[in-house]
């Protein structure tokens, strides 16, 4: 709100559209008010200057203005005040000023709620009384057909001008509100799923698959030797790495299984509808891409992923079960020299039995 930005200057334009009907056309229900009255020449040009040369010119000073959002409150009381000034000017014609102060009062609410409201009458009784001032008190009860005619665009063009403006904030507040929702289930640097979000998920898979006798398979993925990398060039290019990493596995996985960094320089993935031997095909290729990857700059750099394996079997209890599973497979790959691919103890076997050769 302090800079020409954000909040201040998105407030400013969304007040724009609407200030350009609603003075525009109001201006042609106090013409009509004040047609029958013995009003000076001064009066009929500072109505054409508050309808048709006051919402740019609002607009400009709110523009400039070093913080926007204040300027345009501003311009917000004054525009209450003239309402008051001009409903005080047609002697309370009961239609075109109903008109004007209820317009006004809704626009208040959409625009600062019941702080403005309550401030907008009181700045409106201000103008009232200056008006009176100027022109003496007085009052008309009849409307004439001119200003039943000259109140309809008002009240209609204005609202739906008004409704316009809340629909599209609302639009806008649901878009933020979705792409907060994505950040905080997103690990800023991978893109890829937070440790959080990715145990949710892999609590909800494994209710699926056990309910559903469903399989699914869970790869961790660790790189080998990350705190040499990051100690030998540094976390910057550490960085380089896991980012490498991301983008490998968002190159080689399916649209429905889920990858997140669950740690450090750790990665897990869920991979559902996924027999063992197709998930370790998916994990060789991933391994093999992302060992033959070269940095130009450092050509000695070489990168090498040990990864652990489990299916999901009726016989694991819960999630972290499951997720115990892998990271033993992950134990065992590290300890047989890294750079390869683990299965669980039981998938071991069970792909024994179905390729004994």
Request: charged letters at 20%.
């Amino acid at each position: 709100m302090e800079k020409k930005s954000g909040k201040g200057l998105s407030f400013v334009k969304r007040i724009y559209l609407p200030r350009i009907i609603g003075l525009g056309i109001g201006m042609l229900s106090v013409m009509a008010g004040i047609s029958s009255l013995p009003v000076p020449a001064w009066a009929w040009g500072l109505l054409l200057f508050n309808g048709l040369v006051w919402p740019h010119l609002a607009y400009q000073i709110a523009l400039r203005a070093k913080v926007p959002y204040h300027a345009e409150y501003r311009n917000l009381q004054l525009d209450s005040l003239m309402g008051g000034f001009w409903t005080a000017t047609l002697q309370f014609n009961p239609l075109p000023s109903v008109t004007i102060l209820a317009m006004m009062a809704m626009n208040n609410f959409a625009a600062g709620g019941q702080r403005l409201f309550i401030k907008g009458l009181l700045i409106q009784g201000l103008g009232m009384l200056l008006s009176m001032a100027l022109f003496g008190p007085g009052l008309q009860l009849h409307a004439s057909t001119l200003q039943v005619y000259a109140c309809l665009p008002m009240l209609t063009l204005y609202p739906m001008a008004v409704g316009w403006v809340c629909y599209r904030l609302a639009m806008k507040l649901s878009e933020h509100k979705r792409r907060l929702s994505a950040l905080s289930r997103t690990d800023s640097l991978t893109g890829l799923l937070n440790h959080g979000s990715w145990k949710d998920l892999l609590q909800l898979k494994f209710q699926i698959c056990q309910q559903q006798r469903r399989e699914a398979v869970i790869a961790i993925i660790d790189i080998d030797h990350f705190k040499a990398i990051n100690d030998t060039y540094g976390h910057v290019v550490g960085d380089c790495v896991l980012h490498q990493l991301s983008n490998e596995l968002k190159r080689t996985l399916r649209e429905d299984d889920l990858a997140g960094r669950y740690g450090g320089d750790e990665f897990c993935v869920i991979l559902p509808d996924t027999r063992m031997d197709h998930a370790s095909q998916a994990m060789e290729r991933l391994r093999e891409r992302v060992g033959s990857y070269r940095n130009p700059q450092l050509p000695e750099l070489r990168i090498s992923l040990s990864i652990g394996l489990a299916s999901c079997s009726a016989i694991l209890p819960d999630p972290e079960a499951w997720l115990n599973e892998a990271d033993k497979a992950l134990y065992c790959a590290k300890k047989a020299g890294r750079n390869q691919v683990n299965f669980a103890h039981s998938d071991l076997s069970a792909l024994k039995l179905a390729y004994p050769d």
